[in-house]
Nanobody, 116 residues
Framework: VQLVESGGGLVQPGGSLRLSCAASGFTFSRFAMSWYRQAPGKERELVATITSAGFSNTNYADSVKGRFTISRDNANNTVFLQMDSLKPEDTAVYFC?????????WGQGTQVTVSS
């Protein structure tokens, strides 16, 4: 299993970014995918989850509801996180995650910095 995130960067408050996570090494459409984030000095927290392709139900942390949107492209084995109305408190390293056979897999992370 390999997960590779991209799309992070520096953005001003109120701006937008779209993160991507390219997955390989497993049958992507059959597994739920999640985005987590970890800010300096804080624990890693769940941001959003999208279930497998048959349902594609989504769940969000309260702190990002209405601002972030998780989606998936099963044809290209990619999961996205559209982040709008970004706030300084969204600054963190964002990680892609999936669980297969009770084992969690992580990407290397992509840095998102929200600052003026």
């Amino acid at each position: 299993v390999q997960l590779v995130e991209s799309g992070g960067g520096l953005v001003q408050p109120g701006g937008s970014l779209r993160l991507s996570c390219a997955a390989s090494g497993f049958t992507f459409s059959r597994f739920a995918m999640s985005w987590y984030r970890q800010a300096p000095g804080k624990e890693r927290e769940l941001v959003a989850t999208i279930t497998s392709a048959g349902f594609s139900n989504t769940n969000y942390a309260d702190s990002v509801k209405g601002r972030f949107t998780i989606s998936r492209d099963n044809a290209n084995n990619t999961v996205f996180l559209q982040m709008d109305s970004l706030k300084p408190e969204d600054t963190a390293v964002y990680f892609c995650n999936t669980v297969r056979a009770r084992i969690g897999y992580w990407g290397q992370g992509t840095q998102v910095t929200v600052s003026s």
